[in-house]
């Protein structure tokens, strides 16, 4: 019987993983405690989401039991985000007694998204698609790959005709490098269902590109944390995407080593909604208006196309803060409208191919 592949995230899970939630937040402290005494200049990202106020009440309640010295926290500003999320970012500093620094990108949301392009579908996917309209490489390379016998041959022999696009053609073909299929994985095209025929007769008239999150977040996340010794993120596995996939500063995903010699910890790796759940009940945890009031699952870049709910939400946002919401429709537009048509799509090839 062929051996099935587990990724790190199986084969390093610590027992306390599957801890109920108290013994679970328990383990979650002495965790946080041990690495807050090595390593005391630390920075932590906090958001005003759901995730970050668990986080900063786990850390602000080991801090005081186990005597700890303060640490950094910052939250990121991209330019859209909601003013109730960063009301509740005051509100929570003034709870916990604590300074929460705001930090702007140079390049705001509106000129990464018009220099580079707007998400689509997922950071995954959007990546590949830039690549593709960058590459200007012809979808019908799939289909070759397909019908190949040899399809290492195939791959190599793609690879000699359009060269320095190896990622591309495996994003296109579902497959490795060495020309083995990989249909089932999140780096290729069809790990959204009927994408690449989607874009085939439907190609997109805009950008498409995750740009944004890295000049408004990410760039502006580096510059701030290069001085610390250990970066704590909210980061859950059960929020799938990227964040559930090993990368390559994971050695064990709760504390990393990076590549820049810092220390990456992230307490919440593995609780789960229902852990979250308990926590927030049993401590009597207040969310941000925005999950209270507004009736948001989660929140972010306002409107964030990466979203499958993103229009959703910004109806439940409108009768409270219109003007966040008008932003987001002219930033993200050309993305919703596409993604509704993709959806119908879908919908449509489903019913045919029963």
């Known amino acids: 019987m062929k051996e099935t592949y587990k990724s790190k995230v199986y084969t390093e899970r610590p027992a306390y993983a599957d ?11 002495s965790i946080i405690a041990k690495r807050l005494r090595e390593y005391p200049n630390a920075i ?24 700890l010295p303060t640490i950094t926290y910052v939250f990121f500003n991209t330019g859209l985000e909601m003013q109730v999320t960063k009301n509740h970012v005051k509100s929570t500093a003034e709870k916990y007694g604590v300074e929460i620094k705001e930090c702007r990108p140079k390049i705001n949301i509106v000129q990464a998204a018009r220099t580079y392009g707007i998400p689509f ?63 089932n ?28 999150c890295d000049y408004c977040k990410k760039q502006v996340a580096h510059k701030v944390q290069k001085d610390y010794d250990m970066i704590i993120t909210g980061e859950r596995r059960a ?16 504390f990393t080593e990076t590549s820049d010699g810092q220390y990456r910890l992230r307490p919440l790796y593995y609780v789960t909604d229902n852990d979250k759940a308990w ?62 048509k993709y959806n119908r799509y879908k919908t449509d090839r489903s019913h045919h191919d029963r």
């Open 44 to 67: 932590c990202s906090y958001s005003g989401g759901a995730d970050s106020d668990i986080m900063i009440d786990v850390i602000e309640r080991t801090r005081e039991i186990f005597d």
């Open 279 to 340: 926590y927030k009940d049993y401590y009597g945890i207040k969310y941000s208006d925005a999950y209270e009031v507004y009736g948001l699952t989660r929140t972010g870049c306002c409107g964030c196309p990466i979203s499958y709910k993103a229009v959703e939400d910004l109806e439940k946002i409108r009768p409270y803060e219109p003007n966040v919401v008008k932003a987001a429709w002219n930033i993200f537009g050309d993305s919703y409208a596409y993604r509704e």
């Open 185 to 212: 994985i999140q780096l290729v095209i069809n790990s959204s269902k009927y994408m690449r025929d989607f874009i085939g007769e439907c190609p997109p008239n805009f950008k498409i590109s995750a740009k944004c």
């Open 239 to 254: 929020e799938g995407g990227m964040r559930s996939v090993p990368r390559k500063d994971n050695s064990a995903l709760c």
């Open 121 to 183: 579908v997922s950071k995954i996917m959007s990546a590949g698609l830039s690549e593709w309209q960058k590459k200007n490489i012809p979808l019908s390379i799939a289909e070759e790959y397909e019908k190949a016998e040899d399809k290492a041959a195939k791959r190599k022999e793609l690879k000699e005709r359009y060269p320095k696009c190896e990622s591309v053609i495996n994003f296109l073909c579902c497959c490795n490098s060495a020309g083995e299929p990989r249909p």
């Open 19 to 29: 801890f109920e939630a108290p013994a679970k937040f328990q383990a979650i402290q």
